[in-house]
């Protein structure tokens, strides 16, 4: 067992992000071995390039704001605060803040993304 004070960990650009920052609350400082929890700020206008984890599912909890992730065929979903988007393992997306203000969201990572 280990307490976590997540304010103590580096906040750092999202890489492949612009306008977003993300802070481990649990992965490879703590020595996380099969998931990756981060506490992450999309600003307004703020968007990740389209991607994929090819083998890591993906969680987002909104805690404040909006996100909207739309995936490689088009499809979109726009989460706001006290809800959560899925994305499958493999599944071509990418996300933005479409808000007029910034949003804090808690992303889950399963298995850590390598």
Do not use: W
């Not at 968007?47 to 704001?65: A, C, D, F, N």
């Amino acid at each position: 067992m280990r307490l976590i004070d997540p304010k103590k960990n580096p906040v750092t650009p999202t890489p492949d992000h612009a306008g977003v920052t993300s802070q481990e609350i649990a992965g490879k400082l703590v020595g996380a071995k099969t998931c990756e929890v981060k506490l992450g700020v999309y600003e307004p206008g703020g968007r990740s390039i389209v991607h994929t984890h090819p083998h890591s599912e993906h969680v987002l909890y909104i805690l404040e704001g909006q996100l909207t992730v739309i995936d490689g065929a088009k499809n979109e979903a726009t989460a706001f605060a006290e809800q959560a988007l899925y994305v499958p393992a493999g599944e071509v997306h990418m996300a933005e803040n479409r808000g007029a203000g910034r949003t804090r969201y808690i992303a889950v990572t399963a298995p850590h993304p390598e």
